[in-house]
């Protein structure tokens, strides 16, 4: 195996890479090479060191010490991008493209074909549909990139790096936001850059993904390289095992019966509003229901209606019995009733404040003593919060930018929680964040709903939403397509609903 | 126990190893305050610090204002045309109740409720269409601006409203009268400088001026009625310009289309000058007095001196303008520390 492997000399190798961030390291002597034509899966928990790695050998960072190697032979890599001319491009995970523009214009961006001073519009037109063509990529030159669904982006990004005769494609997490039928095209595609020889990294959170598409596999864990492997000795748990340095066989916390007698909290009867068309739904006490279906089915939508972030249009909510359906945020808030948002750096948190005033804005109205923030419950508040949700911070003064994304995340938690719903609705709960992170929400999931609090997990993670609910209601366009219980919550039955190969007839 | 009172104790030590952002705009003044000082004796003389402490308390009253606006991440450009409008109305309205209401302070009260009421309502015209019309906040005011100019214009047809000789007497008093050895601008000044500084940094609506400005949706996710905290601030925003107003107004007793000409631009210089980030999500009253103060000392320190021209106020103040943002750039440290 590995004899065969290392036959092909790598294209890029770091060795001993280490670097510092003013006082702190985060990375510790770490080596990694890439070959021609090989899938290199990088993984770790968040705050592992990927992002370094991977911004040293683009050449964002400069390592501290350590040598990048490029065929072999040292080279200082120049910063901020130019390392694209020595073929290594890095594809951010915010995707880098001029929305308003065009794929064409995209693609040429910096490089533009010119004649006699113009732009030669047919001739780049005419080379970026070939590049289309050999990628399969169903979109015209001419198609504004606003208009694009995300992995199209994604695979512009592609398009644009392989124009540039990219030799090295180191790609942050490319799959995180794409459904798994839009994952499936982008493997396809992957696997055609391999054949033409290009090396890529990868990297993902999505085990199942890493075994399934890379060649080889590094972990690092805290800054330390443990080991780089073919992935056909690793399977998805050693993967785990390796990133965290400890046993994850219980992932997902045992599972406590649901009480099916339960009142029932929340009742939803032919909701309609922006996509959304006629759901209905309930939710028991204690229960924890499952929202699964592909990106844009609706299941954000029909949480976003009924907490009062987006108007309705018609239908009938019944909160605790009391009728519900036209409550402002506060309201909806003041009632029990939460929302824990997807999109924690647009929408959950304020990246440029401290955690404190990020965690009681939600439940701002309960810190008011005399018309005053009361700062010293808010102190004590963030004391307990990261205690609770185990937020790790080097000091509660950084701005919460600076956090990794699954202290950003259990912050966002810590801050919903923290006006006691009775009801909380958590929308992709685990988006971007490593293994023991996702454990401890798991776990923190159950014990809310062993304490009588209802949990709606909004997931396009079926492993998630398998794992951790009791109900699963799927989603397709808008409408309810089915709600699975006991048996039937499984990847199979989900699927079907989802991509509307099934349907059950409600009511 | 010990861990919390290092804590303090580390928090304290922060706070003391200079902050220059904080700190800047004080420092400026004092410099300002030396130059005046060396350049004519006189600069400090007790006459001299009053007016100064009077003249910057129109500009800082409206800058107290501007601050909430442009913390929620908005702009008023209205302000100066408002505070003619509201002269001019404020002036027609006490004239015309002479014959009923006598020249007594009934008929000057009266007059301070419509100005306070014109103020709340120019301010809720400029909120409304921001929030519920949904169109940018500079273009809005850019409007209203205009609209509130001309109406003084055509109240004044073109040339000067004048205050009542009889109700100038009773009204004089409180631009030029004193109490405890300040005039009663100053205390105004003062009060709304206190209530301004209350209100955004220790009441949970503050706190919601700073998160709407940081990130609207975050806000909005977070249970904020954005659309409303913004309406207030602009309703806050023509409070302090009729607070404003009813001050000016019986320093000349009169109103036309000059009234507030370029009040709008002093009050967000105040602003910026004194820390508040300009795309919002971040605001110091204690600046913005500063950032007033300093405005009107520059002008002042011209008068004082032949070294520099006085018609060249304007560009003293739009170089200390520049300097000042220039400097409170946090990225300084960064950009030389080299990438990233």
């Given at each position: 195996m590995s004899m065969e492997v290392s036959a092909s000399a790598a294209i890029i190798e770091a060795v001993n890479i280490s670097k510092s961030f003013g006082p702190i390291p985060?990375?510790?002597s770490v080596s990694m090479d890439v070959r021609p034509g090989e899938v290199h899966a990088l993984i770790g928990e968040n705050g592992a060191g990927k992002s370094t790695l991977m911004k040293i050998l683009s050449g964002f960072h400069d390592p501290t010490s350590g040598q990048i190697r490029l065929d072999g032979k040292r080279t200082p890599l120049p910063p901020n991008g130019a390392a694209e001319h020595l073929g290594i491009v890095l594809i951010h995970q915010e995707l880098n493209l001029a929305e308003q523009m065009t794929v064409e214009e995209n693609v040429f961006l910096g490089r533009e074909i010119r004649t006699n001073g113009f732009l030669d519009r047919a001739a780049m037109r005419a080379e970026v549909q070939k590049y289309l063509d050999e990628i399969g990529l169903d979109i015209l030159p001419t198609d504004r990139i606003s208009k694009l669904t995300i992995a199209q982006k994604q695979m512009v990004e592609i398009v644009k790096a392989v124009s540039r005769n990219a030799r090295i494609l180191i790609m942050d997490e490319p799959t995180a936001v794409l459904t798994e039928e839009e994952t499936e095209v982008f493997f396809r595609q992957v696997k055609k850059l391999k054949e033409s020889g290009v090396g890529i990294v990868f990297v993902s959170h999505k085990l199942n993904e890493v075994k399934e598409i890379a060649d080889r596999v590094t972990i690092l864990r805290d800054g330390q390289w443990i080991d780089t492997r073919s992935?056909?000795?690793?399977t998805p748990d050693t993967m785990a095992q390796m990133m965290v340095g400890r046993e994850l066989s219980d992932l997902y916390p045992p599972m406590h019966e649901a009480d099916v007698d339960a009142d029932v909290v929340l009742e939803v009867k032919n909701l309609r509003a922006q996509g959304v068309d006629n759901v209905s739904f309930g939710l028991r006490k204690g229960e924890i229901l499952g929202f699964s279906g592909l990106?844009?089915?609706?299941r954000t939508a029909v949480f976003e209606a009924i907490c009062g972030l987006s108007p309705i249009e018609s239908g009938e909510i019944r909160l605790f019995g009391q009728d519900a359906s036209n409550l402002s945020v506060a309201e909806a808030r003041d009632a029990g009733l939460a929302y824990l948002t997807k999109d924690r750096k647009e929408k959950g948190l304020l990246l440029d404040k401290q955690m404190r005033p990020n965690l009681t804005l939600f439940a701002l109205p309960k810190f008011v003593r005399n018309l005053s923030i009361d700062r010293k419950a808010e102190e004590n508040a963030l004391t307990r919060a990261i205690r609770r949700f185990d937020v790790r911070a080097r000091d509660s003064s950084i701005t919460v930018g600076k956090l990794s994304g699954g202290n950003q995340q259990k912050l966002l938690l810590a801050k919903v929680m923290e006006c006691e719903p009775k009801i909380v609705i958590i929308d992709e709960p685990t988006r971007g964040i490593d293994v023991g992170t996702k454990q401890q929400i798991y776990h923190f999931i159950a014990a809310l709903a062993a304490e009588g609090v209802s949990v709606v997990v909004i997931s396009s993670e079926m492993p998630e939403i398998i794992g951790t609910c009791h109900r699963v209601v799927v989603m397709r366009e808008g409408h309810i397509t089915g709600i699975l219980t006991g048996d039937h919550i499984n990847e199979n039955e989900i699927m079907r609903y989802a991509a509307g190969l099934k349907r059950e007839e409600l009511h | 126990m010990t861990t919390a009172s290092e804590d303090t104790a580390a928090k304290t030590a922060k706070k003391f190893s200079v902050d220059f952002k904080t700190l800047g705009p004080a420092i400026a003044l004092l410099l300002l305050c030396i130059i005046g000082f060396m350049l004519n004796p006189a600069f400090v003389s007790e006459g001299n610090l009053t007016n100064l402490l009077t003249r910057s308390a129109f500009i800082g009253i409206i800058a107290v204002g501007a601050t909430f606006v442009i913390t929620a991440g908005g702009i008023d450009l209205s302000v100066g045309s408002m505070a003619a409008a509201i002269s001019g109305v404020m002036i027609i309205v006490m004239n015309n109740a002479i014959e009923t209401m006598g020249s007594g302070v009934p008929t000057v009260l009266l007059g301070c409720g419509i100005a306070i009421l014109l103020g709340i309502g120019a301010g809720w015209i400029n909120g409304a269409l921001t929030t519920k019309g949904k169109i940018e906040a500079f273009i809005v005011t850019l409007g209203t601006m205009g609209i509130y100019r001309s109406l003084v214009t055509y109240f004044a047809d073109g040339g000067t409203l004048s205050l009542n000789f009889d109700i100038r007497g009773t009204y004089r008093p409180v631009y030029y009268d004193s109490f405890l050895g300040l005039p009663f601008p100053v205390w105004v000044f003062i009060g709304v400088a206190i209530c301004g500084w209350l209100l955004l940094n220790r009441t949970a609506f503050g706190r919601y001026c700073t998160a709407i400005g940081s990130n609207e949706a975050v806000a909005k996710y977070s249970a904020i009625n954005v659309d409303r905290v913004k309406t207030l601030t602009y309703i806050i925003q023509g409070l302090c310009v009729s607070f404003a107003t009813i001050i000016y107004v019986p320093r000349l007793g009169s109103a036309s289309?000059?009234?507030?000409?370029l009040w709008e631009l002093e009050a967000i210089a105040a602003v910026i000058i004194g820390g508040t980030v300009l795309k919002g999500g971040y605001g110091r009253i204690g600046g913005t007095i500063l950032g007033a103060l300093i405005l009107t000392t520059i002008g002042n320190i011209l008068n004082f001196t032949d070294v520099i021209s006085n018609y060249l106020n304007g560009t003293m103040q739009g170089l200390i303008i520049i300097v000042a943002v220039l400097l409170q750039r946090s990225d300084w440290k960064v950009s030389k520390s080299g990438k990233s």
């Open positions: 985060v990375l510790f992935s056909q000795d690793l990106i844009g089915s609706g | 289309a000059s009234t507030g000409v």
